[in-house]
């Protein structure tokens, strides 16, 4: 198995713009996850969905953050319109009894 | 009643040594308390999880030491390696198995074993 495929690896982009963040989680995990990992803040839980269904999203900070999983092996997550304190480390990670993590989607923005 | 305390925030070991790792919660009903490890530039990976039915677990160099009643439990690393050196994170759970694992993370441990 590939394990968890985050994409792209790397997003720099413009204040105000709209960003997408992808995730391909473990074949045959139910529970998916969106951490977002900060130097002043660790690594936070935004939402997490449990067989395609959200279950908690008190997480995310705002209403410009948005998660999707339209099926089992796909999800994103979404900034509209993007600021320059979203800059961070984003994670993705599923699981079946264990968490794996993907490599993370380093974002910027300026 | 979420958090999940640990501590030291960085920590220096030289090569050979043990390496120690703290962590404290306050919600009881967290049952399942994985270490992960975070290479730079890497996601977490996990490295050895321990139930609250057992006081200790041992995975080759690596030991969860787990007090239930004072709601603490450690890292141990044995004969600590310079490629051990990483950020550490404790993490905490609840919840049946098979069910989401949606994890609450200290605030992680950055381990430099000099060679």
């Known amino acids: 198995d590939a394990g968890v495929i985050q994409s792209p690896r790397h997003e720099v982009t413009e204040m105000g713009q709209e960003v997408t963040l992808r995730c391909k989680p473990i074949?045959?995990?139910?529970?998916l996850f969106w951490y977002r990992q900060t130097m002043m803040r660790g690594l936070e839980l935004l939402i997490y969905?449990?067989?395609?269904?959200?279950?908690?999203d008190s997480g995310m900070p705002e209403d410009r953050f948005s998660a999707k999983m339209p099926n089992a092996s796909f999800s994103t997550l979404k900034i509209q319109p993007s600021e320059p304190r979203d800059s961070a480390v984003y994670f993705c990670?599923?699981?079946?009894?264990?968490?794996?993590f993907g490599q993370g989607t380093r974002l910027t923005v300026v | 009643q979420q958090q999940v305390k640990q501590s030291p925030q960085s920590l220096i070991v030289q090569k050979g040594g043990i390496s120690i790792i703290n962590c404290a919660y306050e919600?009881?009903?967290?049952?399942?308390f994985p270490w992960y490890q975070q290479f730079p530039g890497k996601g977490p990976a996990l490295l050895i999880a321990?139930?609250?039915?057992?006081s200790e677990k041992k995975e080759g160099r690596f030991t969860i030491s787990f007090n239930k009643s004072a709601k603490q439990f450690s890292l141990h690393i044995m004969d600590s390696q310079p490629g051990d050196s990483a950020t550490y994170f404790c993490?905490?759970?609840?919840?049946?198995?098979?069910?989401?694992?949606?994890?609450?993370f200290g605030s992680g441990t950055q381990l430099t074993v000099l060679p």
């Open positions: 990670a599923s699981s079946r009894e264990k968490a794996f």
């Open positions: 074949s045959g995990h139910n529970s």
């Open positions: 969905f449990n067989n395609n269904v959200p279950i908690d």
């Open positions: 919600n009881t009903a967290f049952d399942y």
């Open positions: 321990i139930r609250p039915d057992v």
């Open positions: 993490a905490a759970t609840r919840g049946t198995s098979g069910s989401a694992r949606q994890l609450t």
